[in-house]
């Protein structure tokens, strides 16, 4: 029978979906020591209890974006979730990949170096909508703060900069996991990380921090949400990739296998387009 992994104090689930091979390498796992297939990360779609989001449709997707474009402003992680929806738009037959911009930025609010704050780019390719994210590269509450105090001093020169009637959205972060490599399907509860654990090395516990303050501030700005929140029980899903010997960890469990769970943001977008929540 059909599996299903149920979540509680949720309401959504996960279940299978047409499986297609993740595109990771596993050096630690792979060959004949490999543990478990790769495939099974993609076995499992979110599926909401309460409302039904459309199927993936790229010529949908352009249709209801029109001339505009999206410009997304963000880390690594943010760089996967662009090229996600990149690839799906191409891959399906989509025309309209090259409206979807990234500008790569680590602290967004300010500009340091080759990497443009969110409005610096804002200026530079005048987008219709932009989306932004941010939170592994800050270290405190304090970082989160000054970033949301900066663009809070920026909004009215984000609608000016773009000579257009932007919508701004706030992505939460593509959440990490702890000990990553040892899970092996979805899990039914959010992974509990304790402050200071020692695993912990890149401060995972401080993404759900981050991302409360973010969701609140943000909307009393007024921008759209986009919550990444069902990444949280895929732990599964992370490349393995090995680091460099001087570094602290063996494994990467922020980045996400691609093709993978982050399609779910190509949907989430592709229904907030339908519902016209951007516009």
Not at 11 to 22: E, F, K, L, R
Not at 172 to 193: M, W
């Amino acid at each position: 029978g059909h599996k299903l992994v149920t979540y509680s104090g949720n309401n959504q689930h996960y279940s299978p979906a047409g499986s297609h091979a993740c595109q990771c390498d596993d050096p630690l796992q792979g060959g004949a020591n490999l543990k478990f297939n790769v495939t099974n990360r993609e076995m499992y779609r979110w599926v909401p209890r309460h409302c039904d989001l459309l199927a993936w449709n790229s010529t949908q997707f352009c249709h209801l974006l029109g001339s505009r474009k999206i410009l997304f402003v963000g880390d690594s992680t943010m760089q996967q979730t662009f090229a996600t929806l990149v690839s799906m738009i191409m891959h399906s037959g989509g025309g309209c990949a090259e409206q979807i911009i990234m500008g790569r930025s680590d602290h967004v609010a300010f500009t340091l170096k080759s990497r443009l704050s969110a409005l610096a780019y804002v200026m530079k390719y005048q987008p219709d909508i932009c989306i932004i994210a941010f939170g592994s590269h800050q270290s405190d509450e304090g970082d989160i703060l000054d970033i949301w105090g900066k663009i809070s001093l920026q909004l009215e020169s984000f609608r000016t900069a773009s000579h257009k009637n932007i919508t701004l959205v706030f992505k939460s972060q593509n959440p990490g996991h702890v000990n990553c490599t040892s899970a092996k399907e979805p899990i039914p509860t959010r992974q509990v990380i304790i402050p200071h654990e020692e695993n912990d090395l890149f401060n995972y516990y401080n993404q759900r921090i981050f991302d409360n303050m973010s969701k609140n501030i943000s909307t009393t700005l007024g921008f759209k949400l986009i919550d990444m929140e069902p990444l949280h029980y895929r732990p599964d899903a992370h490349p393995y990739k090995k680091l460099l010997p001087h570094k602290r960890a063996a494994h990467d469990c922020l980045h996400y296998c691609m093709p993978g769970p982050l399609d779910v943001f190509s949907h989430i977008l592709l229904n907030m387009l339908h519902t016209g929540e951007l516009g």
